[in-house]
T-cell receptor, first 111, second 112 residues
């Protein structure tokens, strides 16, 4: 039982480059989320998808886009990476909106 | 606007002691209050959660105390162990809003 799988685990980008963070869950959960974690800031919601076919902005959506590809997969795209987007990114999923299951994270550095 | 305020930022406890982490919330629509535990290099994992219809929930050495009128809840770790050393996050969600709002986290260190 893999739970929530995130790829890649580590990434270094140059300013202005683009990339997509992938997330997949095998628990048949309806809702999926992308958070970023920065020292002293806790976990801040970037985007979420309450159900397949819907996406909504969270607290810090600027500079990001998302795609809910199907019920299992929810990707996060950085179109033009900036140093301020250096962070650890976590994907999570939940069946009902409660009891999130988190992935192990993607550590992104933008130089 | 920070909807969930967590304190302290860091906490050092001796083995066998009690660790207490506090959170306060503002949104009266919140009806679900979980605590997450995160070890270095890992994602957060659900530790224990409470709904406002009860004032306390206990699971092993971990207890959530909830005060609805004060809009506060806290995590108590009894008989703290070095293996409990981690970052702890409180969170809240409610109503039709499925989004969890997290506190900023508390780094707990339990000295042997």
């Amino acid at each position: 039982n893999a739970g929530v799988t995130q790829t890649p685990k580590f990434q270094v980008l140059k300013t202005g480059q683009s990339m997509t963070l992938q997330c997949a869950q095998d628990m048949n959960h309806n809702s999926m989320y992308w958070y970023r974690q920065d020292p002293g800031m806790g976990l801040r919601l970037i985007y979420y998808s309450a159900s397949e076919g819907t996406t909504d902005k969270g607290e810090v959506p600027n500079g990001y886009n998302v795609s809910r590809l199907n019920k299992r997969e929810f990707s996060l795209r950085l179109e033009s990476a900036a140093p301020s987007q250096t962070s650890v990114y976590f994907c999570a999923s939940s069946r009902t909106g409660y009891g999130y299951t988190f992935g192990s994270g993607t550590r992104l550095t933008v130089v | 606007q920070q909807q969930v305020k967590q304190s302290p930022q860091s906490l050092i406890v001796q083995k066998g002691g009690i660790s207490i982490i506090n959170c306060a919330y503002e949104n009266t629509a919140f009806d679900y209050f979980p605590w997450y535990q995160q070890f270095p290099g890992k994602g957060p994992a659900l530790l224990i959660a409470i709904r406002p219809d009860v004032s306390e929930k206990k699971e092993g050495r971990f207890t959530i105390s909830f005060n609805k009128s004060a809009k506060q809840f806290s995590l108590h770790i009894m008989d703290s162990q070095p293996g409990d050393s981690a970052t702890y996050f409180c969170a809240a969600s409610g109503g039709s809003n499925y989004k969890l709002t997290f506190g900023k986290g508390t780094l707990l260190t339990v000295n042997p």
